[in-house]
């Protein structure tokens, strides 16, 4: 009953940027730890930023000081701002959050978004 939708992807240029949205709808629940994967055909899926329900953050190391993750606990919204994008973003990237509902915690995931960074 729980799901997250996400929206934002697209193509832009290297230097570019882009904000990547997720939205948790459903019966009441709770959002807790909430993160950004990438994935690839040529690589695993990689994490790449992570906020607490507090808000506390956490990034991989290759996107350090250029993405940003944010949510709005108010409007069930999770956020990823990608600025000075590189061709080595592309990827499909996924939201994926721990929620609880009815008494019981489950981890789910969006449907994910395609970024191409390309000139």
């Known amino acids: 009953q729980v799901q997250l939708v996400e929206s934002g992807g697209g193509l832009v240029q290297p230097g570019g940027s882009l904000r990547l949205s997720c939205a948790a709808s459903g019966i009441t629940f709770s959002v807790y730890t909430i993160k950004w994967y990438r994935q690839t055909p040529e690589k695993q899926r990689e994490l790449v930023a992570l906020?607490?329900?507090?808000?506390?953050?956490n990034y991989a190391d290759s996107v350090k000081g250029r993405f940003t993750i944010s949510r709005d606990n108010a409007k069930n919204m999770v956020y990823l701002q990608m600025n000075n994008l590189k061709p080595e973003d592309t990827a499909v990237y996924y939201c994926?959050?721990?929620?609880?509902?009815?008494?019981?915690?489950?981890?789910?995931w969006g449907q994910g978004t395609q970024v191409t960074v390309s000139s």
């Open positions: 906020i607490s329900r507090a808000g506390s953050t």
């Open positions: 994926n959050a721990d929620i609880e509902s009815l008494g019981r915690l489950r981890n789910y």
